[in-house]
């Protein structure tokens, strides 16, 4: 098993995992890769440093590791990756703690402002106009785009 890091047209880091490099580059010419976060198509590998596992070689040699001194701050590489996997996780939370009304979501806003159902999370597809309404209206809006990734069951 290969893992790749990879990154898109964005530069949105993630990583991904195949066989091999053949099933790598044909994922990629067959356009079966997104960003998780984007949905952007136009994927590239970025280099990586190889895992060695030393262990099971005969001689139990292991891998001596230093214990930092202190949590170290996040490079200027890192930071992108950090917040992103922030978003994604309060994205899941959005999700799994709200009903996804759909198309219906400006209606059900307003039965819920107004009394007539209960009180709860929604979450589901409005207009701009539909949106500017209803905080026009004084209910609370939020804009979120969901990447297609998170839409969906995943494999």
Same mark, same amino acid.
């Given at each position: 098993m290969k893992v790749l890091n990879l990154r898109c047209s964005q530069d949105h880091r993630f990583e991904g995992w195949f066989a091999s490099d053949d099933d790598f580059a044909t994922q990629t010419e067959r356009g079966l890769m997104a960003c998780p976060i984007c949905g952007?198509?136009?994927i590239a590998r970025l280099p990586s440093a190889p895992r060695v596992n030393l262990l099971g070689r005969g001689d139990d040699a292991r891998p001596v590791l230093a214990a930092p001194a202190s949590q170290p701050s996040a490079t200027a590489e890192q930071l992108p990756q950090q917040i992103?996997?922030?978003?994604?996780?309060?994205?899941?939370?959005?999700?799994?703690?709200? !009903?996804?009304?759909?198309?219906?979501?400006? !209606?059900?806003?307003?039965?819920?402002?107004?009394?007539?159902?209960?009180?709860?999370g929604i979450r589901g597809r409005a207009s701009r106009e539909d949106a500017d309404s209803l905080r026009d209206e004084g209910i609370e809006v939020l804009t979120l785009t969901l990447p297609d990734a998170l839409k969906g069951p995943l494999q």
């Open positions: 952007d198509q136009t992103q996997a922030r978003w994604l996780r309060a994205v899941r939370e959005v999700i799994a703690k709200t !009903e996804d009304v759909g198309e219906r979501f400006a !209606e059900e806003a307003r039965r819920i402002h107004y009394g007539e159902a209960e009180q709860r």
